[in-house]
């Protein structure tokens, strides 16, 4: 009798297969949850990364125009409509290399700001290049324009067609005073530039994402 009560003792400490099937389900249904919040975070931290991206980006186009600004006397640079009183998004300039006998000041090559449409996009509403931007362009500096050693320097690229928050309407929508205005723009007021740049991409989550810098810069009076 002892014998059977210490084998039935040993039949009730394990666990059946049942109880082993559930445990597993269990155990399955934990390490789901887990993975699932653990795929959330990831998605959440790119999602929020994307718009700081953009950002750095669009500071660091802004930064090294003003440096390209900088040494730009306030006579050797001329819109590429000087009647608009809206802003361009394409201005040319010379660089002021010195001072000549008569007293009058010496500019050297002509060189251009402007936005250009990337070269794989067409003007068709269409994302030609399936980066998930539709008719985006480029701000290009090119140096020498027209001359001898002419060379382009793209400062930024996933620059939108239209500024952030400007529709296609013949209206200023964001406010800034300027009328469907391209996601580069410059307005100059005497001797003060503005640059504006909008630059935009694809978030973590398939929305787009758009980040706009804006700065300004008051060019020489002199040498």
């Not at 929020?48 to 953009?54: A, I, K, N, T, Y």
């Amino acid at each position: 009798m002892k014998r059977n009560k210490h084998i039935r003792g040993n039949r009730r400490s394990g666990m059946t297969l049942v109880e082993i099937m559930i445990a597993m389900g269990i155990g399955s249904v934990l390490l789901g949850s887990l993975v699932s919040v653990t795929q959330s975070s990831q998605d959440a931290y790119q999602s929020s990364l994307r718009p700081l991206e953009l950002e750095t980006r669009a500071r660091r186009a802004v930064a090294d125009i003003v440096d390209e600004l900088k040494g730009i006397n306030v006579l050797s640079m001329w819109d590429e409509d000087p009647t608009s009183v809206f802003g361009v998004n394409r201005m040319k300039y010379r660089h002021v290399t010195g001072i000549d006998a008569n007293g009058a000041l010496v500019s050297g090559v002509e060189n251009r700001l402007q936005w250009m449409r990337d070269p794989q996009e067409l003007d068709d509403d269409i994302d030609n290049d399936g980066d998930g931007l539709i008719d985006e362009g480029r701000v290009v500096l090119t140096r020498d324009e027209g001359g001898p050693s002419e060379r382009q320097v793209v400062l930024c690229h996933g620059v939108p067609e239209l500024m952030e928050g400007e529709l296609d309407n013949v209206a200023d929508d964001n406010g800034n005073g300027m009328v469907d205005e391209t996601g580069f723009m410059l307005r100059r007021e005497n001797a003060l530039v503005t640059v504006w740049i909008t630059v935009e991409g694809m978030g973590g989550d398939g929305r787009l994402v758009q980040r706009s810098v804006e700065t300004s810069v008051r060019l020489r009076n002199g040498l």
